[in-house]
Each structure stands twice: as structure tokens, then as C-alpha cells.
Antibody, heavy 120, light 107 residues
Framework: QVQLQESGPGLVKPSQTLSLTCTVS??????????WSWIRQPAGKGLEWTGR???????NYNPSLKSRVAISVDTSKNQFSLKLSSVTAADTAVYYC????????????WGQGTLVTVSS | DIQMTQSPSSLSASVGDRVTITCQAS??????LNWYQQKPGKAPKLLIY???NLQTGVPSRFSGSGSGTDFTFTISSLQPEDIATYYC?????????FGQGTKLEIK
């Protein structure tokens, strides 16, 4: 059974870079036809798709985040990562990593989520 | 971006009731729509994919229908464990977008 687990600092200062890692267990991150995704959710609000990386390394990002976002993968550690630069309080949210399967284009597996607060 | 509009935003119903949530897309998305259930403090869970297909292991009281711009999610007989917020999500175009959610409560 595939499991995902987010990790990273829970507090980031304004203008700094938010860095999160998602560790995948129960399967290789480099096998299969999957998109490894990040979704965020501000407290009490809805879900926002942040971006994804394919097993080939190809990435797609939400244009609302412009050039601030980068997603990468480390196959040796079975992890993928999110970096969001120049953060503000508006980036405070629970960040989820998830796996999107291209047989049903659904986000089938999710991490438990990690709260990141942007504050000085 | 494709805007997804859910209604109602909140809903109170009794155990055993039939519950219906609608989702409207700002443009034709064919049937490229998923439905998720999110319980408090938990990650979302995929219930329905491709508008009407039940994810493995999901009870048959959940169903989805629709195509184009108008979609419906139905719980045929509401159970206490169905208390959650439900989201639709389109995957026709990037960026993927979600509806604002429908919070379901027991009356």
C-alpha cells in the first residue's frame, strides 16, 4: 500500500523560501505512470492545486504562483519536494502531497498534510 | 482557469436522507471531473472519478453523474459517517481547480 508523508518546517518567515519534502513508501517513485502533486488548503478554506511532477521529471505549476514554485524529485531517496519562494502570510496553509494516477486522473493517495505558517 | 461552483455551500440532512450536491464548471469539461470527501483534520479521499465511476472500496450509496458543465453528486441514504466536506475537481485543463466545497451536517 502506497503511503506519503510530508515533512518540513512548520514556521517560515515572510520573504523566505518554504521547503517541504514528501517521502513515498510502498512503491518506487520512479516506476509507473504517476504525477506527484502538491495541494494546499488555507485554514477553513478550499483546496488549491499547486503543481506536480511526472515520473519523467516534467513539471506543471499553477500560474497563480507564477515563478515562485518549484517541484523536484529525488529518486534515490524516494522523495519529491516543493519549494515556494518569497512567501507571505497568504501562503499559510496545510500542504498535502498526493499521487495522481493517469488511469483515472484522480488524486488517489494523499499524505496526512503539514501545516506551514508564514510569520515573523 | 476553469471556475468550479458548488451548491449548496452547506447542507443539513437526516440519517437516511437522499443528499444531492451540484457542481458547475465555467466551461465544458466533458466528464473530466472527480469528487472528494474530506473529514475534519484529514486529507481528502477520492470517491468518484471521471464524473460517474466509483473508486474501489467506496460504498455504493455514493454516485455521480453529469457531463459538459453540470454535474451531480448523490448520497442515496445518508449515514452518520458521511459527515464531511465534499469537493468537486476538474482535470480537463491545467491548473486543476476545485469547487469551494459543500459542508454536510447531520440534522
Amino acid at each position: 500500500q502506497v503511503q506519503l508523508q510530508e515533512s518540513g518546517p512548520g514556521l517560515v518567515k515572510p520573504s523566505q523560501t518554504l521547503s517541504l519534502t514528501c517521502t513515498v513508501s510502498g512503491g518506487s517513485i520512479s516506476s509507473g505512470s504517476y504525477y506527484w502533486s502538491w495541494i494546499r488548503q488555507p485554514a477553513g478554506k478550499g483546496l488549491e492545486w499547486t503543481g506536480r511532477i511526472y515520473t519523467s521529471g516534467r513539471t506543471n505549476y499553477n500560474p497563480s504562483l507564477k515563478s515562485r514554485v518549484a517541484i523536484s524529485v529525488d529518486t534515490s531517496k524516494n522523495q519529491f519536494s516543493l519549494k515556494l519562494s518569497s512567501v507571505t502570510a497568504a501562503d499559510t496553509a496545510v500542504y498535502y502531497c498526493a499521487r495522481e494516477d493517469n488511469w483515472n486522473w484522480g488524486l488517489n493517495y494523499w499524505g496526512q498534510g503539514t501545516l506551514v505558517t508564514v510569520s515573523s | 482557469d476553469i471556475q468550479m461552483t458548488q451548491s449548496p455551500s452547506s447542507l443539513s440532512a437526516s440519517v437516511g436522507d437522499r443528499v444531492t450536491i451540484t457542481c458547475q464548471a465555467s466551461q465544458d469539461i466533458s466528464n473530466y471531473l472527480n469528487w472528494y470527501q474530506q473529514k475534519p483534520g484529514k486529507a481528502p479521499k477520492l470517491l468518484i472519478y471521471h464524473a460517474s465511476n466509483l473508486q474501489t472500496g467506496v460504498p455504493s450509496r455514493f454516485s455521480g453523474s453529469g457531463s459538459g458543465t453540470d454535474f451531480t453528486f448523490t448520497i442515496s441514504s445518508l449515514q452518520p459517517e458521511d459527515i464531511a466536506t465534499y469537493y468537486c475537481q476538474q482535470y480537463d485543463n491545467l491548473p486543476y481547480t476545485f469547487g469551494q466545497g459543500t459542508k454536510l451536517e447531520i440534522k
